[in-house]
């Protein structure tokens, strides 16, 4: 199974839906409208040949460049039976960072769903659980987002002149 | 056929305090004997969360060996145990958890807080890390070092022991270590 014909597979059913294809490093990527992205997990999870069964990784980017479509959400699938494994991203608004989540075709994306909330603010829709995970439960900012200075200015006990503020 | 000792023939004793003897007692000071007992046989509580741990376990291994110090018996439970050795980064989400695990301990009780994560939050000026155990409980020793040598650990044991030989029977009940437990919010 090349990358090829899951492109083409991909394409047979959803057409121009998809875009952003690209393969750095060889690992085929595809970019989804954000309302598609458990179709299309479905679609690659029950496909006979294309078995993407196994969720390696779910995370966000934070691109502040990118005004309207901000936060990508991005999910890594591996195909265990083939060896194959391929990228897919999910642009959102900052403002109305809604996802909707694929806890139920992928158990181990509750927890990762879990720690995307709680790094970058992303509100997966149909989570049994959303709250913090990593982080203390009182914090009310989302520390990965790039909008913070590196180091608190508010700290008056570090001497600033050694700590280079 | 035995062979003679080759090393570790220059073994240091502990004097005993002075006192008056007799045939059969001896009356002394009796701070000066609680606090030999209480200095050579402190049992610590390793509490350790990363890098520093891995030291403190070379410590107490047989080259550094702690236990000729009279930590033989690391004690896990906050409830039987002298000195809390806190090594490694707490995060502020653990800090609460520290907190409670040294409410737990008994007086007399002691705080080292090896490696500079422990000490001040190291290099890690972070949202997420505690900058100092200081925040959250009193520490009597700061052994600094990223990880502090065994050697270091050694000698903030030592620093301990110190303190304990010096603190006397009564200081646990005065107003002073009152206040300073009611600045961290411990009754």
Known sequence: MTNETIKQKLTEKFGDQLTGWQEPYGMLTFTAPKDLNLKVLQFLFDDTELRFQFLTDLQAVHYPDRKGEELAVVYHLHNLIDNVRIRFKVFTDMNKPDVFSVTALYQSANVMERETYDFFGVNFVGHPNLIRILNVDEMDYFPMRKQYPVEDQLRIDKDDEMFGR | MSRPVQFNNHV????????????????????????????????????????????????A??????????????????????????????????????????????????????GACASSGGIFDTYSVLQGIDQVIPVDVYVPGCPPRPEAILDGFMKIQDLVNAEGLRRRHSDQYKELLAGYGIQ
Not at chain 2, 15 to 29: C, L, R, S, V
């Open chain 2, 12 to 59: 240091k004793f502990e004097g005993i305090p002075e006192g008056y003897m007799g045939e059969g007692f001896m009356a002394t000071n009796f701070e000066k004997v609680v606090s030999l007992a209480r200095k050579n046989s402190i049992w610590p509580l390793p509490f350790a969360t990363s890098c520093c741990g891995i030291e403190f376990m070379a410590t």
């Open chain 2, 61 to 114: 291994a047989s080259h550094y060996d702690l236990a000729r110090f009279g930590a033989e018996r690391m004690s896990f439970s906050p409830r039987q145990c002298d000195l809390i050795l806190v090594m490694g980064t707490i995060a502020k989400k653990m800090g609460p958890i520290l907190r409670q695990v040294y409410l737990q301990m008994a007086e007399p009780r002691w705080v080292m807080a090896v």
